[in-house]
């Protein structure tokens, strides 16, 4: 009998541990074998070998799920777990990170991910507590590079009258508005087929994002401006957080901690190889830009952020060392 009872127990032990596995599911935009598609794998194997298969993960790509402004939403009401979105619509959310956006704000990688790894980093993810989200971590998408399927781009000049793609975020609107050229904010999945039937002339996007959506396919020209370092941030819903015990929040954390430097590695790695794999692919890269020029008509966005949030952060920013 005692074996019989030993058995039951276990089944019902079992089928206990069962019920209170949970799966996450995490989702972004990107292709599944992008920069983003990496980082949730980590992710998902992170949080599993740390809670010991307590909490499970599932992966939704492409925009399965809808576009970022879709998924920023989705956390805030609890429909989606753990998201990695651009800081291109986070603006609209959490204000706070406009700053982020600027044009030539960040030197180089060095001074980017030292900011955000920092001090201003994260009272940048705590503020998101303010706005229904919760910052895990910053991750990566790199800077953004221009292109189009009309000309070589070496001047501000030579992009007035294109229609070009960006993020639904003023800061980098306001940017192309004062380069002459007609910003048209439009959701990521959209976007390959709008240049496919040419609605738009052109995007921004990083190498990353570039190679991983295969847009030599319909953009002929890539010229490397550099223009904005754009961040990626890990965010998730307040209702999974709230839910969990400190050492699962933990959990959550270093998980993100884990997919956001898995994310910069092939970020690292895609700066260096995917250009060559662009040209290989029929792209003409234009370097021969000037760059100066390019930032200093940049220089009207840093006045609308700074009427409306002041100056503080880009300072801030700017003198990081």
Avoid: C
């Avoid at 074996?3 to 599911?25: D, F, K, P």
């Avoid at 990695?84 to 959310?93: A, V």
């Avoid at 507590?129 to 000309?151: K, P």
């Amino acid at each position: 009998m005692r074996y019989i009872l030993t058995g039951i127990a276990a089944t019902a032990a079992m089928a206990t541990a069962a019920q209170a596995q949970q799966e996450i599911t995490i989702a972004h935009t990107v292709a599944e074998d992008s920069h983003y598609g990496i980082g949730a794998e980590v992710f998902i194997e992170t949080l599993e070998e740390l809670s010991d298969g307590a909490f499970t993960g599932s992966h939704s790509p492409a925009g399965a799920l809808g576009g970022e402004r879709d998924l920023i939403e989705g956390l805030q009401i609890g429909s989606v777990d753990v998201v990695i979105t651009s800081t291109g619509p986070l603006g609209n959310f959490v204000p706070e990170t406009y700053a982020l956006d600027l044009p030539f704000l960040f030197r180089d990688y060095d001074h980017a991910r030292g900011v955000l790894d920092g001090e201003i980093g994260q009272e940048l993810l705590d503020k998101m507590e303010e706005y229904d989200l919760v910052g895990l971590a910053w991750s990566e998408n790199g800077f953004r590079h221009v292109t189009n399927s009309q000309a070589p781009i070496e001047t501000p000049a030579d992009l007035e009258g294109l229609s070009l793609r960006t993020m639904e975020n003023e800061m980098h609107m306001e940017a192309f508005n004062q380069f002459g050229a007609n910003p048209t904010p439009m959701a990521f999945p959209e976007v390959f087929s709008a240049l496919q039937q040419g609605v738009i002339d052109g995007q921004e996007n990083p190498i990353t994002v570039i190679t991983a959506s295969n847009f030599s396919e319909v953009q002929g020209h890539l010229t490397l401006t550099g223009h904005v370092y754009s961040p990626a941030v890990i965010l998730a819903s307040p209702f999974l957080m709230d839910g969990l015990s400190d050492e699962e929040r933990g959990w959550f954390h270093e998980a993100a901690a884990a997919s956001a430097e898995a994310t910069r590695n092939e970020v690292t790695r895609l700066e260096e190889e995917g250009i060559a794999q662009l040209e290989e692919e029929g792209m003409q890269v234009v370097t021969d830009i000037d760059l100066d020029a390019f930032a200093e008509i940049a220089e009207g966005a840093y006045d609308v952020y700074a009427d409306e949030h002041g100056s503080e952060m880009i300072e801030r920013i700017q003198n990081f060392e």
